[in-house]
């Protein structure tokens, strides 16, 4: 009998001590690995990067706040491109409204009007029904778009012609704005929680399509022998680009790259068409200097996208769903990453954007393009090996923590090379544009082109202009009608001039080039295709309808 009670006694204390430590596993797991538990968010420069201000609803960092401050510093209604930009673009240029606060941090009133610029076809044409409309841009789409880069007349293009006109005012603005000096548009969300994910700040779409009526409107006074009109639209365009590289994110400056290649397709178009004066032609290259200066894309990516990449973290830690589509739920694997830690997510984070930074502080070359591409190689190795620890990954936190991040961070960097290549290519089309106009200069003086372009220097140039993809002078030749200058691209492979323009035969190559005459202008426009069978042009004060279906 005594013996049965002891053994019991010694089971049950056997089983109590299973019990306590199955109870303390869980709790270590609770703790430390378990999905349904996500540490407090720790405020410090190695996590959230900023410590102030504070958002007063939980007590984090408002990056958008920052943002804001950071870049309006300086900025006045007076000196403000944007101010004169919303005033052309309307109070809901993109067809959702925008806070009273934008305004009120822009020190202006709202636009008058809620719409403003409007390039839409029914501005200027009635068709009968939807799909006579549908038809009728797909025939014309190609063809308008080479308006940007080739001279036309109103007579051959009437309905083009007729939106340009109806758009005068906006595109007056447009103008009108480029000639501030800063730019700057309060970054603004719906959802604060987010911080910013989904942030907007001036639509930039909108920006790049009143851009692209402006070449047009360029080209058509070019057409018209208009030209002091065409270069005046051309340099409001590639100002428009420069002031908007003073935008807060990676994508405002690509917008702003977008707007300068503009201007340099139609730049090049102008020295193509028209043999300037030497007086003129010194007065462009005069005003192509007095441009405002180029902004950094390193510094975007170290700061915006940084400040971008730890809001998505924080987002993603408290079940926002930012890292997938609301109608799609995660899947489970999924899950166990959403509730990771957010204080090792954003070190690490930290940590990788400042391995970077000493190679976005570089000056844009070749080389630095070369580095980012081998930290980037090395990090994408270590994610992969990461990945083969997905098995701990339910009993880890640490380690999911540690892959997410590593995964979400090197994702959003892994576009920095695109981005760096994209200001260097625009940085070097710049240059070229520059050159452009003191070839001109020459010509006038001279009466026809230099054989080298030594014989510009240091008159006109104060040195030899550089190929940033090479690290050598550009490539220059002097042809019957022209010359050919151009930079071997990223590629770094010279390709005899060919940039890889889809609309031209065998144009196989990434050089950037500046051509006089460019193989657009060898072949004519096509005619604008007539309107359809029962559509009309609108009356000047008859108010657009959509068509019927």
């Not at 930009?85 to 240029?93: M, N, V």
Request: glycine share 6%; aromatic share 10%.
């Amino acid at each position: 009998m005594g013996r049965k009670t002891k053994r019991s006694h010694w089971l049950l204390r056997l089983g109590l001590c299973l019990l306590l430590g199955l109870l303390l596993l869980f709790g270590l797991w609770f703790f430390y690995g378990s999905p349904w538990y996500t540490p407090a968010v720790v405020v410090s420069r190695q996590t959230t990067y900023l410590t102030e201000p504070l958002l007063a609803e939980d007590g984090l960092p408002d990056y958008l706040e920052v943002i804001n401050r950071r870049y309006s510093q300086g900025v006045t209604p007076e000196n403000n491109a944007a101010v004169v930009w919303w005033q052309a673009l309307g109070r809901e240029p993109d067809s959702f409204p925008t806070p009273p606060e934008v305004f009120r941090q822009l020190g202006i009133k709202p636009p008058a009007r809620k719409r403003g610029f409007d390039f839409s076809i029914e501005q200027v044409v009635v068709f009968a029904n939807r799909d006579q409309r549908i038809e009728y841009l797909d025939k014309v789409g190609m063809l308008w778009i080479k308006f940007n880069s080739y001279p036309w007349r109103s007579e051959d293009f009437p309905v083009f012609s007729r939106l340009l006109d109806r758009n005068r005012e906006w595109l007056d603005l447009c103008v009108q704005g480029s000639r501030r000096t800063r730019f700057f548009s309060p970054v603004f969300t719906d959802t604060p929680q987010a911080r910013l994910v989904g942030a907007w700040v001036v639509p930039l779409e909108e920006i790049r399509i009143m851009g692209r009526r402006l070449a047009a409107r360029a080209m058509r006074h070019l057409g018209h022998g208009r030209v002091q009109a065409a270069w005046r639209d051309i340099y409001a365009l590639k100002r428009s680009g420069r002031l908007l590289q003073q935008s807060w994110d990676a994508h405002g400056l690509l917008v702003a790259y977008a707007l300068e290649g503009l201007a340099c397709n139609a730049l090049n178009t102008l020295l193509a068409r028209h043999h300037s004066s030497e007086e003129e032609a010194l007065a462009w290259l005069k005003q192509w200097d007095q441009l405002p200066p180029p902004q950094s894309m390193g510094e975007r990516i170290d700061f915006s996208t940084r400040l971008f990449t730890l809001s998505l973290i924080l987002a993603h830690c408290q079940g926002l769903p930012v890292m997938y589509d609301r109608d799609d739920p995660p899947s489970w694997w999924q899950k166990f990453l959403i509730q990771m830690d957010p204080n090792l997510a954003m070190r690490i984070c930290n940590q990788l954007f400042d391995q970077t930074r000493p190679l976005l502080e570089l000056p844009p070359s070749q080389k630095r393009l070369d580095q980012v591409d081998r930290l980037l190689v090395s990090w994408e190795s270590q994610v992969d090996a990461r990945r083969q620890q997905a098995l701990w990954f339910p009993l880890s936190r640490r380690a999911r923590t540690q892959y997410a991040a590593w995964e979400l961070t090197t994702g959003v960097l892994s576009s920095s090379l695109i981005l760096l290549t994209a200001e260097l290519r625009a940085r070097q089309r710049h240059l070229l544009g520059r050159v452009g106009l003191a070839l001109a200069v020459y010509r006038a003086r001279h009466g026809e082109y230099p054989q080298k372009l030594d014989a510009l220097v240091p008159e006109l140039l104060e040195e030899m202009p550089q190929d940033f993809f090479a690290g050598k002078p550009l490539v220059y030749r002097r042809t019957k009608k022209g010359y050919l200058l151009y930079s071997v691209g990223p590629s770094g492979k010279d390709h005899g001039g060919r940039d890889g323009n889809p609309d031209e035969l065998d144009n196989v190559g990434d050089d950037v080039l500046l051509r006089i005459p460019p193989r657009w202008l060898e072949k004519p426009l096509p005619p604008e295709p007539p309107l359809p069978p029962g559509a009309r042009f609108r009356q000047t004060d008859e108010s657009p309808k959509e068509p019927k279906e």
